[in-house]
């Protein structure tokens, strides 16, 4: 009997994110693995058993999922968002890579989902109508001085930049040094959206100059979004402004 370990986004928020795919996978599983508030997001099934680890524990849990499915059983471990963004898809490969020869004979499914940059993007408006990348602004898995250099080279390309993981406990001062380095680069009016906890109950979205970026508060649930010289506001009457960045580069066109 070969066993099964799928890698299932639960998308941002709530139930309303979970795409079919993944219902479905979660409910065929034996086991369920995966950091504690997100397996909480899970309805619960009698006769499934249930993991919760820690969420820095991500190498742990992905060879402990292994090891479970090498035994033959369906195992399902959940990430948020989507999991191939700095998530546990990657974190399987590698135990993979390097486990034993046996963990390469399971059947592996990576199940999609809607990612934090996507869904803060979608409630702005259209902020990645144009190029744009995403770099997590943890210094945990890289040098520091290395996400320098890539925000140089992101803003001076010209993308729209999203950040992950913009602030924690231990990194209470990143977030403050990436936006003053990009403020080299960008105008004082460059739209920058702060998304935090989108698609849960308490959900929160800020639109603010790149000049005041640094007076609104983030944490670990926010995922902030930096435009580009394109990127503008359209003002609505009674409403929160349009955020967009042009499909075409001005002048490109001519
Ligand atoms: N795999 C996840 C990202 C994991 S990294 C995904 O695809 O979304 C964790 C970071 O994602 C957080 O620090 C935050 O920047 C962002 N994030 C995750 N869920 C979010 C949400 N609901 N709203 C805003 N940002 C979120």
């Known amino acids: ?28 599983a034996d086991a369920l693995y995966g950091y504690g508030p997100y397996l909480d997001r899970v309805p619960a099934q009698a006769a499934q058993t249930r993991h919760a680890s820690d969420n820095r524990e991500e190498g742990a849990r992905a060879e ?34 390097t486990g034993p020869e046996a963990w390469r004979a399971l059947h592996i499914a990576i199940i999609p989902g809607i990612t934090a940059m ?4 979608a409630r702005a408006g259209a902020p990645l109508g144009h190029d744009f990348c995403a770099l997590s602004l943890s ?13 140089d080279a992101a803003a001076s390309a010209g993308f729209v930049i999203a950040f992950y ?7 209470p001062w990143q977030l403050a040094k990436a936006l003053a380095l990009l403020a080299r680069h960008l105008p004082d009016r460059t739209p920058v959206i702060f998304g935090r906890a989108v698609g849960r109950a308490d959900e929160s979205l800020t639109v603010t100059p790149l000049a005041s970026a640094h007076e609104v508060a983030a944490d670990m649930a926010t995922l902030i979004i930096v435009g580009s010289r394109e990127t ?7 409403q929160a402004p349009l955020v967009y960045t042009p499909r075409a580069v001005e002048g490109a066109m001519a």
């Open 1 to 28: 009997m070969t066993g099964r370990l799928t890698v299932v986004g639960l998308g941002p928020g709530d139930d309303r994110y979970l795409t079919r795919e993944a219902s479905d996978a979660l409910e065929a």
């Open 139 to 151: 210094d945990n898995l890289k040098p520091w001085e290395m996400i320098e250099r890539r925000l």
């Open 118 to 121: 996507l869904a803060v993007a």
């Open 232 to 238: 503008r506001l359209i003002v609505c009457e009674g």
């Open 165 to 171: 993981n913009p602030v924690s406990r231990a990194r």
């Open 64 to 97: 402990t999922a292994l090891r479970q499915a090498a035994q033959g059983a369906s195992v399902a471990l959940v990430s948020g968002g989507d999991p191939g963004v700095f998530a546990m898809a990657a974190s399987v490969c590698e135990a993979i890579e």
